[in-house]
């Protein structure tokens, strides 16, 4: 028995996505193994990843968005928002500050490149039931993911 309890704590300190939520060194391993995954076919953020990427008010609006999309139709969330990218061919030279970390709250600034093409993401993190989530994405092109999604969901589609 006493096996296994230490081969789930080395299988969970793996899972970046179960960092507890405790300080400013778990919020930057949370990050840190966000961007990590970027190799071979990359995350699932959007997908099967996404609860235990996303705070739920964020992920609800991400999935109401997917939603309310007619079919053939693109999203307005039509890219991973972590790297801030349709495609990758792998992300390198990754730099995260985090600021933060009591309390249950953080900010990570996370730089990085795609290709020739440098990027620069801040993160809004908080504590859900004692893991790190993402609350919402600052880029340049989208100062608030949270915004630009009740933004898009308030304006009617047009059906094809």
């Known amino acids: 028995m006493c096996a296994c309890r230490y081969a789930l704590a080395a299988l969970l300190a793996l899972t970046p996505a179960v960092a507890l939520a405790q300080d400013a060194a778990s919020a930057g391993r949370f990050v840190r193994g966000l961007y990590s995954a970027y190799h ?5 953020y959007l997908g099967g990843q996404a609860k235990d990427v996303f705070a739920p008010p964020l992920l609800k609006l991400i999935r109401r968005d997917a939603a309310q999309t007619p079919p053939g139709d693109v999203p307005a ?7 801030d990218c349709q495609d990758f061919d792998g992300i390198r030279d990754v730099d995260a500050k985090i600021i933060g970390g009591a ?11 795609i290709s020739n093409d440098p990027r620069t993401v801040r993160l809004d993190l908080v504590a859900v039931h004692g893991h790190w989530r993402v609350s919402d994405v600052h880029t340049a092109e989208t100062p608030s993911l949270i915004a630009f999604l009740r933004q898009s969901l308030s304006t009617p589609k047009s059906r094809k």
Not at 103 to 113: D, E, K
């Open 40 to 44: 071979g076919s990359g995350p699932d």
């Open 103 to 113: 309390g249950g709250r953080a900010s990570a600034t996370v730089q990085f490149w």
């Open 77 to 83: 969330l039509d890219g991973d928002p972590i790297c």
